[in-house]
T-cell receptor
């Protein structure tokens, strides 16, 4: 099974600033996903990040707010730009294991915006 | 993705079998049923998945009805550490490309009572 490391595990940020979250996988994967989990809510898919192509964003999420990089098959970043308190959430990285046909998740980044 | 319906919460006594139901009446013939759980402050953890036949692994058993419109996740001997939110998901078949991340509903909050 894939082992996923996310950094930072938590952060407290000021309104108007940006935070970049890193996701590192211990094996090469084609598809990576970024999710948001607002307080007390379920997970919402932000975007799909495939290496070598632009990320595909879900309805309600835009590249200017959540730019994503996918420079290689083991790494991705999600930036939360121009943050406001409404961006306070847990952000989770996920990868798809195409052999085992399941998703693995990182432990998440707990973001609080003041 | 097929829509899934789960009870909001359930209680189960420690040491007993926990049976978590899920309705997925709109599921198509080639859609798997996946179960994940999320323990507080952690990323979701894969439990089990199946298509038609019942499945069992070291964590749980999955019983799928013959018409595939519903399923039950069984934790045979629940422990306090099984307290978590359990998600039943019926994604479309992975076709590659596009947004193939899982769509999470609200899940069932399972509370194991000592």
């Amino acid at each position: 099974s894939a082992v996923i490391s996310q950094k930072p595990s938590r952060d407290i940020c000021q309104r108007g600033t940006s935070l970049t979250i890193q996701c590192q996988v211990d094996s090469q994967v084609t598809m990576m996903f970024w999710y948001r989990q607002q307080p007390g809510q379920s997970l919402t898919l932000i975007a799909t990040a495939n290496q070598g192509s632009e990320a595909t964003y879900e309805s309600g999420f835009v590249i200017d707010k959540f730019p994503i990089s996918r420079p290689n098959l083991t790494f991705s970043t999600l930036t939360v730009s121009n943050m406001s308190p409404e961006d306070s959430s847990i952000y989770l990285c996920s990868v798809r294991d195409e052999v085992l046909e399941k998703l693995f998740f990182g432990s998440g980044t707990q973001l609080s915006v003041l | 993705d097929a829509k899934t319906t789960q009870p909001t919460s359930m209680d189960c006594a420690e040491g007993r079998a926990a049976n978590l139901p899920c309705n997925h009446s709109t599921i198509s013939g080639n859609e798997y049923v996946y179960w994940y759980r999320q323990i507080h402050s952690q990323g979701p953890q894969y439990i089990i998945h199946g298509l038609k036949n019942n499945e069992t692994n070291e964590m749980a058993s999955l019983i799928i009805t013959e018409d595939r419109k519903s399923s039950t996740l069984i934790l045979p001997h629940a422990t306090l550490r099984d307290t978590a939110v359990y998600y039943c998901i019926a994604p479309g078949p992975y076709s590659g490309g596009g947004a193939d991340g899982l769509t999470f509903g609200k899940g069932t909050h399972l509370i194991i009572q000592p």
